[in-house]
């Protein structure tokens, strides 16, 4: 029991330790850091965000087409509000799906129920990443990284209809009409986009500094040591992939199977956009429970689909059916047998 109250003051004094022993190394980490935020993420990230926050803070911008709301209502069980941030997800990339799906949340669009199931699947990346960095960076072919993008598209829809709201648990979720709130400016946009980068640099910076130390620290050998039938460079892939998403992605160019180990990571998205997602959800507490289990889903249908494009086999296609089948069926049978499930309400 000691030892477990105490756990949590373990880490931070080795981090402290390890910052002591490879100050410069960690400087060199943070100048890094900078440099891929300066460099990558806050161009790419700042202009959409200004434009989300805008758009959304635009009152009939949120009232969903007839179209939209019986689309989300048949493969997801939500309604047609759920389809902006799904799209905004897939256009914008990490975490504009999530930034997005909260803010309709806190402006009274969405109800808890549902933007916690919306959570679970609209956290996705976006064309940018893999046409310019995994097309044209890792695997020097634009071809591979629109299937790599088709592929992640897909595997995220998967994961939304293996989680649609069934009826029973529909009938748990009140609508909600949105707030009659002020229209948002354009000034407010750019305080929160803001905001939002800011805290973003900051774990990115942070990640950058924590792989740094594993491997100035010697601790990513010791894990090559203990997993001897992995190769090198596959294993510190991963590793940086698991904790930073675009720093586990780059080392993947001198990897075998690189596109499947790309789209795993891809699906997953890597502690550092978990953490950048928990900060917008958190404060609005909500709480979209099976959220890891999920990703970690995304990455093998993504790794599954990717397959079934580059090199089709008949195993492979019948998976991809079996899939499908669950995507159609799953939700039917949950609600057959799934007994009366009870849901919070807002």
């Given amino acids: 029991m000691l030892v477990k109250r105490n756990l949590r003051y373990i880490f931070p004094v080795l981090g402290i330790a390890a910052l002591l022993c490879f100050s410069s190394e960690a400087a060199e980490a943070v100048r890094e850091g900078l440099r891929i935020c300066g460099t990558s993420v806050i161009p790419a990230l700042f202009p959409f965000f200004v434009l989300t926050n805008y758009f959304l803070g635009i009152r009939s911008a949120r009232q969903p087409s007839r179209v939209a709301d019986r689309l989300m209502s048949a493969c997801f069980g939500l309604r047609g509000s759920c389809m902006t941030p799904l799209l905004l997800s897939f256009m914008g990339g990490y975490p504009v799906g999530v930034s997005c799906a909260v803010r309709l949340y806190q402006d009274g669009v969405l109800s808890k129920r549902e933007t916690e199931r919306l959570l679970l699947f609209c956290n996705n990346s976006g064309p940018a990443f893999f046409f310019g960095v995994i097309g044209g960076t890792v695997l020097h072919s634009i071809q591979s990284g629109a299937l790599l993008f088709l592929a992640h598209i897909l595997a995220a829809l998967c994961c939304g209809a293996l989680l649609r709201v069934t009826e029973k648990e529909r009938l748990t979720i009140r609508r909600v009409d949105a707030k009659q709130t002020e229209q948002r400016g354009f000034l407010d946009a750019i305080s929160t986009s803001c905001a939002s980068l800011l805290q973003i640099s900051g774990l990115i910076v942070f990640f950058s500094v924590v792989l740094a130390l594993f491997e100035t620290s010697g601790l990513l050998r010791l894990m090559q040591r203990a997993l001897p039938f992995l190769p090198a460079q596959t294993l510190s892939a991963m590793l ?107």
């Fill in 240 to 346: 940086c992939g698991f904790f930073e998403l675009s720093g586990g992605v780059v080392r993947l160019t001198a990897c075998s199977h690189a596109e499947e180990l790309a789209a795993f990571l891809m699906g997953w998205g890597g502690i550092c956009v978990h953490l950048q997602s928990i900060s917008f959800w958190k404060p609005a507490h909500l709480r979209p429970r099976g959220y890891f289990a999920s990703k970690l889903l995304h990455g093998m249908l993504s790794v599954l689909f990717v397959r079934l494009f580059l090199s089709p086999t008949p195993l492979l296609a019948v998976c991809a059916g079996i899939v499908a089948a669950f995507c159609i069926f799953f939700p039917q049978i949950r609600q057959k047998w799934g007994g009366n499930l009870q849901q919070n309400t807002v």
